[in-house]
């Protein structure tokens, strides 16, 4: 199947600075990839749809100012986490979609990458 | 409203037997998809069923057999022959109309017990 990778999996930094994490599709294009954020023991929670070549559609209630993504190739998206505060503190997971042939359009993730803010 | 409800916070099965995670989900498109994922401690998610919302059949993949009940708008998850991999939280998801986004349910604690 196709292959989404993340990274970095797992950063911790010091509040006030910045995060960026990658993710890359590897053996497909992804003209999209959506970036969720899963808080401990919670479902996934759709944070933002990243589109190659233009502006990310954020969800309600997400601050694009505070995550913001990048999707500059067909193989990767990144988001940056800016001015870290502990209460950004997650799990963060990619995933990208691959369409046509025989995939059912199910959704390939990547690792994930564990933010944790001090 | 919830879109997927998933009941059962956890469950737990002994090794070698069957378990059925529970899934019912909300929607008035008449084209969707339905989707199972297992996420392992690790914290990857694993894709492992897919059903159409046309499909006459009931999807399966070796151990994973899907118990979709359209008018029930349910689509249960059944593993059979639990291993001690297959503890993990799974993941019920649902796709409106070829849309781009996929609605994921609260989860299930699966815990396959020796």
């Known amino acids: 199947g196709a292959v989404v990778s993340q990274h970095p999996s797992r950063v911790i930094c010091k509040s006030g600075t910045s995060v960026k994490i990658e993710c890359r599709s590897l053996d497909f294009q992804a003209t999209t990839m959506f970036w969720y954020r899963q808080f401990p023991k919670k479902s996934l929670m759709l944070m933002a749809t990243s589109n190659e070549g233009s502006k990310a559609t954020y969800e309600q209630g997400v601050e694009k100012d505070k995550f913001l993504i990048n999707h500059a190739s067909l193989t990767l998206s990144t988001l940056t986490v800016t001015s870290a505060h502990p209460e950004d503190s997650s799990f963060y997971i990619c995933?990208?979609?691959?369409?046509?042939?025989?995939?059912?359009?199910?959704?390939?993730f990547g690792e994930g990458s564990r933010l944790t803010v001090l | 409203a919830q879109k997927i409800t998933q009941t059962q916070p956890g469950m737990f099965v002994q090794e070698k037997e069957a378990v059925t995670l529970d899934c019912t989900y909300d929607?008035?498109?008449?084209?969707?998809?339905l989707f199972w994922y297992k996420q392992p401690s690790s914290g990857e998610m694993i894709f492992l069923i897919y059903?159409?919302?046309?499909?006459?059949q009931n999807a399966t993949e070796g151990r994973y057999s899907l118990n979709f009940q359209k008018a029930r708008k349910s689509a249960n998850l059944v593993i059979s022959a639990s291993q001690l991999g297959d503890s993990a939280m799974y993941f019920c998801a649902m796709r409106e109309n070829y849309g781009q986004n996929f609605v994921f349910g609260p989860g299930t604690r699966l815990s396959v017990l020796p």
């Open positions: 059903q159409g919302s046309y499909d006459q």
């Open positions: 929607t008035s498109d008449p084209s969707y998809g």
């Open positions: 995933s990208a979609r691959v369409y046509g042939g025989a995939n059912t359009g199910e959704l390939f």
